[in-house]
T-cell receptor, first 112, second 116 residues
Framework: DVKVTQSSRYLVKRTGEKVFLECVQD?????MFWYRQDPGLGLRLIYF???????EKGDIPEGYSVSREKKERFSLILESASTNQTSMYLC???????????FGPGTRLTVT | AQKVTQAQTEISVVEKEDVTLDCVYE???????LFWYKQPPSGELVFLIR??????QNEISGRYSWNFQKSTSSFNFTITASQVVDSAVYFC?????????????FGKGTKLSVKP
């Protein structure tokens, strides 16, 4: 069975903290993605990676960075969290660029 | 430019009713892929179906069916005899061949509420 896991379901952080969101997939997928989901704005792509150590900016990369040191793990980093980064963060993976993406359960991040 | 439009923001039906969720897409490409996802209240997006632009055959899976019509750029999703467990937000999405690796373009979603 396809499995994408995220390190936390709920996270509360303070403004200015450095935040790490971890995502792991066990399907040997090439591509991994980070989205954020906000009411009225839908899903927006932050970053994606199509290979280890490779990364591409999505639609809203500002304020975020990513790391992919191993094929199965893709981390999203908020260098200095701000209140406007309060959101639901969704990780996904896919076999390659034209196949369906499988999503993790999401991390609801609150920055106070 | 690629775009996916789900004009129905919210739909409410009573259990056992049939319901159709509309999806209209825009793309200049001849090769592309369309998807439907379900997001139940728990939050996790669940993949339902993937269709390529060369396959216009309708698909049926249990109570779910999909109608793909290139002539109207639509990929509609019908739930027959709806159940309370079908309550969720449903997203239609598009990937165009040759674009960024796997950059899914999502519609804004349709929230379906099925009442007992």
């Amino acid at each position: 069975d396809v499995k994408v896991t995220q390190s936390s379901r709920y996270l509360v952080k303070r403004t200015g903290e450095k935040v790490f969101l971890e995502c792991v997939q066990d399907m040997d997928h090439e591509n991994m993605f980070w989205y954020r989901q906000d009411p009225g704005l839908g899903l927006r792509l932050i970053y994606f990676s199509y290979d280890v150590k490779m990364k591409e900016k999505g639609d809203i990369p500002e304020g975020y960075s990513v790391s992919r040191e191993k094929k199965e793990r893709f981390s999203l980093i908020l260098e200095s969290a701000s209140t406007n980064q309060t959101s639901m963060y969704l990780c996904a993976s896919s076999l390659d660029g034209l196949y369906e993406q499988y999503f993790g359960p999401g991390t609801r991040l609150t920055v106070t | 430019a690629q775009k996916v439009t789900q004009a129905q923001t919210e739909i409410s039906v009573v259990e056992k009713e049939d319901v159709t969720l509309d999806c209209v897409y825009e793309t200049r490409d001849t090769t592309y892929y369309l998807f439907w996802y379900k997001q139940p209240p728990s939050g996790e997006l669940v993949f339902l179906i993937r269709r390529n632009s060369f396959d216009e055959q309708n698909e049926i899976s249990g109570r779910y069916s999909w109608n793909f019509q290139k002539s109207t750029s639509s990929f509609n999703f019908t739930i027959t005899a709806s159940q309370v467990v079908d309550s969720a937000v449903y997203f239609c999405a598009l990937i165009h061949y040759g674009g960024s690796q796997g950059n899914l373009i999502f519609g804004k979603g349709t929230k379906l509420s099925v009442k007992p």
